[in-house]
């Protein structure tokens, strides 16, 4: 069965620095999602990307945040430089224009 | 204003139990109801969605939806140990658009 495949499982990264959370998606999708979720909290929506731009996004994704789709596969989320509330686990998610959306494993961020 | 209200429990239950989880919404423009089951620090993981008021059903699984009184439900039929996870509810308004969560119901099924 596809799946939404996320690398790394666990960033830990210093405060200030830039991390590049990775996700391929499942190849017949359309309409790319990230979200994040704080420990004990919501999972929350950042952006949603499709037809290679940002169709949407929440008003945590600022301008430190950016997302690329640079090879038809692969999508990606940077945070420019990490603050120690940016710690959460992030998810990739996708679908084919259904609701029927299917959620990566997720990337734990850690900023120290 | 929160979008969608959830119980976060925990809910605890022998098995073999049915299951009632529930979330409100107060977003009249919600036409998209997912669940969603959680293991712990694991991505969310699709059980089932509907479109509009009604009901569905996937095995020992059944979604309610009643847009009139902005409530949604998941049953969970002849629960077992295996169901212990968190389950969470979404929504959206429009296809391709953001999903908004509830927080997370924490069952325990007990053999």
């Known amino acids: 069965e596809p799946e939404v495949t996320q690398t790394p499982s666990h960033q830990v990264t210093q405060m200030g620095q830039e991390v590049i959370l990775r996700c391929v998606p499942i190849?017949?999708?359309?309409?790319f999602y990230w979200y994040r979720q704080i420990l004990g909290q919501k999972v929350e929506f950042l952006v949603s990307?499709?037809?290679?731009?940002?169709?949407?996004k929440s008003e945590i994704f600022d301008d430190q945040f950016s997302v690329e789709r640079p090879d038809g596969s692969n999508f990606t989320l940077k945070i420019r430089s990490t603050k120690l509330e940016d710690s959460a686990m992030y998810f990739c998610?996708?679908?084919?224009?259904?609701?029927?959306?299917?959620f990566g494993q997720g990337t734990r961020l850690t900023v120290v | 204003q929160k979008e969608v209200e959830q119980d976060p429990g925990p809910l605890s239950v022998p098995e073999g139990a049915i299951v009632s989880l529930n979330c409100t919404y107060s977003?009249?423009?919600?036409?998209?109801f997912m669940w969603y089951r959680q293991y712990s620090r694991k991505g969310p993981e699709l059980l089932m969605y509907?479109?509009?008021?009604g009901n569905k059903e996937d095995g020992r699984f059944t979604a309610q939806v009643d847009k009139s009184s902005k409530y949604i439900s998941l049953f969970i039929r002849d629960s077992q140990p295996s169901d212990s996870a968190t389950y969470l509810c979404?929504?959206?308004?429009?296809?391709?658009?953001?999903?908004?969560f509830g927080t997370g119901t924490s069952l325990t099924v007990i053999p």
């Open positions: 998610a996708g679908d084919s224009g259904t609701p029927e959306a299917f």
């Open positions: 190849s017949n999708h359309l309409y």
């Open positions: 990307f499709y037809n290679n731009e940002i169709s949407e």
């Open positions: 977003n009249s423009a919600f036409q998209y």
């Open positions: 509907t479109y509009s008021s």
């Open positions: 979404a929504m959206s308004a429009i296809e391709g658009n953001q999903f908004y």
